[in-house]
C-alpha cells in the first residue's frame, strides 16, 4: 500500500544528489581575485589573452592559485589581499588601457565543480558591502531639450519650403511661429503636420498677430524618456566599466530611475562624481580680433557669439556655432604634454578625423576653443592658435589643473555623455566588516530557527519528526542549489526569505501527521493512515501554497529590488518545500514503514 514504484524513489535520489552538488559551491568560500575586462569594444578577451595574464604575472614572480577563462573575462585567485592587490598593480601597468582590471573574489571550489557549471550564488551589496546608488532622470531637462530641438526643426523647415514667418521661440513646452499672414501659416500647418509627425500644431490669434503653436504628443515625450532613459543606462555602465567594479548591478526602476550597486566601492565620492557628471566636449572657432574681444567687454558681443573666459582668467569669444562634439571620440587617456603638464590625448574616429583635419587645414593662424560642457554649463579648457594641419585624429587638450582632472575627463570622454542629467536621490554605504556581520547573523538566525523547529518536530511527532526534519533539511538544500543554478543575487531580504520557507515548509508536515493521528484515531490501520494521511492532506497543502506563490508572484511583478529578491527566494521556497514535504518525507516514510506488513503502532506522538 505505501510503496512507491522505483521510478519515484530515482526521481528523488537524482534530485538530492543534484542539489547536493550544487549546493557545495557555497560552503568553499571566496578567495580574492583579480577581473580581467576588455577596456574598448574592439577589444577581445580571449585565451591569448589568459596566456599573456598568465606570463605577466610569471615574469613578476606573483605566485597564483587559479586562473581561468569566463565568457568575455580572466579571473585569477590567489592566497591573499597583499598578492591580489600587487597583482592588480603590475597587470594594470603591463596590460594598459586596452584592459579594464578589477578587485574581485572568485569561489574556492575546485575545478570539477567549475566544469558541471556549479558556482556560488553571488553575494548582494549588503552581504558584501560597497555602495548603492538611486538615480532620477531629470525630466524637465529632458522635455526642454526635446522641444528646443523641434524649435530648429521648425525653422529649418520654413526656410526649406520658402516659407515666410516672423519669428520662431520656444514658450514653455511649446514652440510657437508668428506669421505675416494666413496663407503662410496654413502652408506652414500642412508642411509641419506632415514632416514632424511628433508634434500637435494649433492656430491661435492674438491682438491680431498670427501664430503657430507646436506641442509633443505625449506618446512622442514618452518614447523621448524611454530613450534617454535607456543612454543613460547604456553610458552608466560604461563609466562603471571604466571604474573598474566587479559584478555591477545597473538596472532601470521604474520610469524615470536607475539603481546602481558596486560591490567592493567605498569610495562613495570619487564613485558619485564619475556617475554624476555629464562632461561633453565641443570645439568651437574663437577668430575675433583683440577690437572685438574688447567691444564684447565693453558689451557689445557680436551675433553669432558668446563671451567666455578661460581658466587662467583671460576673456575669449567664442562662437555659438559648435565644429565638432564629443560622439566622434572612439579613445580618450590620460598624459602628459611637451612641458610635462596634464593632457587628455584624444582619438577621432574617420569623420570626425577628415572634419578635424580640414577645420585645421583652412583656419591656420586662427584661434580654436575646446569646451567642456558639464550640467548645461561651457567652460573653456583651452583655446589654442592652430599652428598647422592636424591630419590622424589624434588630438591633445591641455589646460588641465591636475592628473587627477586629466584622468576624470578622459574617463568621461571615454564613456560618454549623460542623454539627459540625472540627480542622486538616494545612497547607502556597506562596509565589507558590515557586510561580513550581516552574513554571520542571516546564517545564525536561520540555523537557529532550523534547530528550535527539529526540537519541536521530534519531541513532538518522534520517528515522523525525524523524517521531517530530514525532509526540512533536504527542503533547504534544494532551494540554495536552486538560487546557486540561476546565479541569483542573494541579499539580507533574501536570507529572511530562507528563514520564511523554513518556518513555512513544516506546515505541510504538520497537516500531513496530524491527518494521520486522526485517521488512527478513527480505529484505521496504522499502514491505511498513513496512506489517508498524505492523499487527503494533499489538497488543503496545495491550496495554501498556491495562495502564497500568488502573492510572492506579485511581489516580484510589482517589487523592486530587495523586494523583488524576498519574492524570488519565497517563490522558489513554496516549490521546494511541497517537493520535499509530500515527496520526499512520503519516500522516506514508506522507506521506514513501507515494507512492514503489519505494523502495531505509529512512533507519531
Known amino acids: 500500500m505505501n510503496r512507491y514504484p522505483l521510478w519515484k524513489y530515482i526521481v528523488v535520489a537524482i534530485a538530492l544528489a543534484v542539489g547536493f552538488i550544487y549546493t557545495l559551491p557555497n560552503f568553499y568560500g571566496e578567495s580574492p581575485a583579480v577581473q580581467i575586462s576588455a577596456g574598448k569594444p574592439t577589444v577581445q578577451v580571449d585565451a591569448m589573452t589568459l596566456k599573456r595574464v598568465e606570463d605577466v604575472l610569471k615574469s613578476a614572480k606573483i605566485p597564483y592559485e587559479l586562473a581561468q577563462l569566463d565568457t568575455r573575462t580572466v579571473k585569477v585567485r590567489f592566497a591573499d589581499t597583499d598578492t591580489q592587490l600587487r597583482a592588480k598593480t603590475v597587470l594594470e601597468e603591463q596590460l594598459g588601457s586596452d584592459y579594464v582590471v578589477a578587485l574581485n573574489l572568485l569561489s574556492r571550489s575546485p575545478a570539477w565543480l567549475a566544469a558541471i557549471h556549479a558556482q556560488p550564488m553571488y553575494l548582494g551589496l549588503d552581504l558584501r558591502g560597497g555602495v548603492h546608488f538611486l538615480l532620477q532622470i531629470d525630466t524637465k531637462t529632458t522635455i526642454d531639450r526635446a522641444v ?60 491680431g498677430e498670427l501664430y503657430l503653436v507646436a506641442t509633443l504628443k505625449p506618446e512622442a515625450l514618452k518614447r523621448r524618456q524611454e530613450m534617454d532613459l535607456k543612454q543613460n543606462l547604456t553610458t552608466l555602465r560604461n563609466r562603471v566599466n571604466e571604474l573598474g567594479v566587479a559584478e555591477p548591478i545597473i538596472q532601470q526602476q521604474g520610469v524615470d530611475r536607475i539603481v546602481v550597486q558596486l560591490p567592493g566601492v567605498q569610495d562613495t565620492a570619487r564613485a558619485k562624481q564619475i556617475l554624476g557628471r555629464t562632461a561633453t566636449l565641443e570645439l568651437r572657432m574663437a577668430d575675433f580680433t583683440d577690437s572685438e574681444i574688447a567691444a564684447a567687454l565693453a558689451g557689445q558681443v557680436p551675433l553669432g557669439a558668446e563671451l567666455m573666459r578661460e581658466r587662467n582668467g583671460q576673456p575669449v569669444l567664442v562662437r555659438k556655432n559648435v565644429v565638432l562634439t564629443g560622439e566622434y571620440i572612439t579613445d580618450a587617456s590620460a598624459g602628459f604634454d611637451e612641458h610635462g603638464r596634464p593632457a587628455v590625448h584624444m582619438t577621432l574616429d574617420s569623420r570626425g578625423a577628415r572634419i578635424f583635419q580640414q577645420l585645421t587645414r583652412e583656419n591656420i593662424g586662427k584661434r580654436m576653443a575646446i569646451l567642456l560642457i558639464e550640467k548645461g554649463q561651457a567652460e573653456v579648457v583651452t583655446a589654442p592658435v592652430i599652428q598647422t594641419e592636424i ?50 547573523r542571516g546564517f545564525y538566525s536561520t540555523l537557529v530557527g532550523f534547530a528550535g523547529i527539529v526540537l519541536f518536530m521530534v519531541a513532538y511527532y518522534r520517528v515522523f519528526g525525524v523524517i521531517a526534519s530530514l525532509a526540512l533539511a533536504v527542503n533547504v538544500m534544494l532551494l540554495v542549489a536552486l538560487l546557486s543554478m540561476l546565479q541569483a543575487t542573494l541579499t539580507l531580504p533574501g536570507i529572511a526569505g530562507i528563514a520564511l520557507t523554513v518556518g513555512m515548509a513544516i506546515d505541510a508536515n504538520v497537516l500531513i501527521f496530524e491527518r494521520i493521528r486522526e485517521e488512527l484515531r478513527n480505529g484505521n490501520t496504522p499502514q491505511a493512515s498513513i496512506h489517508a494521511g498524505y492523499d487527503r492532506a494533499w489538497d488543503t497543502i496545495l491550496d495554501s501554497n498556491i495562495t502564497t506563490l500568488i502573492a510572492g508572484f506579485f511581489l516580484f511583478w510589482l517589487g523592486s529590488g530587495p523586494v523583488r529578491g524576498f519574492a524570488v527566494t519565497l517563490c522558489l521556497g513554496i516549490l521546494t518545500s511541497m517537493f520535499s514535504a509530500v515527496t520526499v518525507s512520503r519516500a522516506m516514510v514508506n522507506l521506514t514503514y513501507g515494507r512492514m506488513k503489519r505494523i502495531q503502532k505509529l512512533s507519531i506522538g
Not at 530648429?152 to 514652440?175: F, K
Open 148 to 207: 528646443e530641438r523641434y524649435a530648429s526643426d521648425v525653422r529649418a523647415l520654413m526656410r526649406e519650403n520658402r516659407v515666410q514667418y516672423s519669428a520662431v521661440a520656444r514658450r514653455g513646452q511649446a514652440v510657437e511661429v508668428k506669421f505675416p499672414d494666413g496663407v503662410n501659416r496654413a502652408k506652414a500647418k500642412d508642411l509641419i503636420a506632415a514632416k514632424l509627425d511628433d508634434l500637435v500644431v494649433r492656430e491661435e490669434d492674438r491682438g
Open 391 to 440: 591630419p590622424g585624429g589624434r588630438v591633445q587638450i591641455t589646460g588641465m589643473r591636475s592628473t587627477e582632472e586629466a584622468n576624470d575627463i578622459a574617463l568621461l570622454l571615454r564613456a560618454g555623455a549623460l542623454a539627459a542629467p540625472m540627480e542622486i536621490i538616494e545612497e547607502r554605504t556597506v562596509g565589507p566588516s558590515l557586510g561580513s556581520d550581516n552574513i554571520r
